[in-house]
């Protein structure tokens, strides 16, 4: 992603958290930042909302991570 992405990528994590009661910092967008920053916006969005419709508790930045990975090898 580009920096430029980054306030739509933090509400997109902010979103996806928000179900699960939990609330997100500054602090904590950009922990979910370093981690998956490498990576285009398309693809965290998709893997943010298969995790949203499959996960019964709040998400990791590594259950995105290893989604995108998984897509990504076919």
């Given at each position: 992603m580009?920096?430029?992405e980054k306030?739509?990528?933090a509400d997109l994590i902010r979103?996806?958290?928000k179900p699960f009661g939990v609330?997100?910092?500054n602090a904590d967008v950009d922990i979910w930042w370093v981690a998956l920053h490498e990576f285009p916006f398309d693809a965290v969005g998709v893997a943010a909302m298969e995790t949203l419709r499959t996960s019964r508790f709040a998400p990791k930045p590594a259950d995105l991570y290893t989604r995108i990975l998984d897509r990504?090898?076919?």
């Open positions: 580009h920096i430029q306030p739509k990528f979103t996806i958290n609330t997100l910092d990504l090898k076919g």
